[in-house]
């Protein structure tokens, strides 16, 4: 039972690990039930099986046509591999693919994304060096729920990060990075016990 959450994931994991640690260690009010990917090499993968918890990967082995055939093809696979794990949340913690119609449709009430800037600054897919790039002094991070736009969603939670003199994109997103692991866990703690207040039923499909 609990409030079943699956992590997609891209690369590092180190949302992720936030949330695996706060799973293991008692504080996560949730249950991770599969991380996904779109590529099985990336870290954040491993990171999950390293914990215990089950992976799927439904490859996309080079850059699909947002709107072709294939790609439509590949968000329902994506999608039935997903709803295999019957989440209550999907949580896209550095997950770096659009998801499109066929996914969205499926779940769009039930993915949250976790992004670099305080949105709607800086969307997209290098939200920290366009910050930089801009000559922001501050930036930070967001987490809102997934739609079909590019970063567009309605928002849940913020938290402004400082940019400093010196910082470079490696620096600054660290430090995002950090606000962004604290956040994450909050958020989901925060998004489970709406779900339990609610009683609402779960929507299986
Ligand atoms: C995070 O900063 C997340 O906001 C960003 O990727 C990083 C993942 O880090 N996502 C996006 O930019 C999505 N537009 P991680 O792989 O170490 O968890």
């Known amino acids: 039972m609990g409030y079943r959450v699956v992590v997609l994931v891209s690369g590092s994991g ?16 949730a249950r991770l039930v599969a991380v996904g990917s779109e590529t099985g090499s990336c870290a954040g993968v491993a990171r999950a099986r ?13 850059l699909l046509p947002r709107g072709s055939a294939e790609r439509e093809a590949w968000d329902r696979e994506f999608a ?28 769009g009430d039930r993915i949250i994304n976790s992004h670099p800037a305080l949105l709607p600054a800086f969307p997209g897919a290098h939200a920290v ?14 987490i809102f729920w997934v739609d079909e736009g590019v970063d567009t969603g309605r928002l849940i939670a913020q938290v402004p990060v400082e940019i400093l003199p010196g910082d470079d994109e490696t620096t600054l997103h660290e430090r995002i990075k950090v606000s962004e692991r604290t956040l994450l866990v909050r958020t989901v703690n925060e998004l489970a016990a709406r779900h ?3 009683g609402a039923r779960k929507v299986r499909r």
């Open 14 to 29: 180190t949302l992720l690990q936030a949330l695996l640690d706060a799973q293991a260690e008692g504080r996560l009010d």
């Open 196 to 198: 339990r207040q609610s």
């Open 80 to 107: 039935d591999a997903v709803a295999r794990h019957e989440p209550d949340l999907i949580v896209l913690a550095g997950f770096m693919k659009l998801l499109g119609a066929p996914f969205t449709d499926r779940f």
């Open 129 to 142: 060096r366009d910050a930089l790039e801009a000559g922001a002094t501050s930036t930070g991070c967001s």
């Open 50 to 62: 390293r914990a215990g918890v089950p992976t799927f990967v439904v490859p996309m082995p080079r």
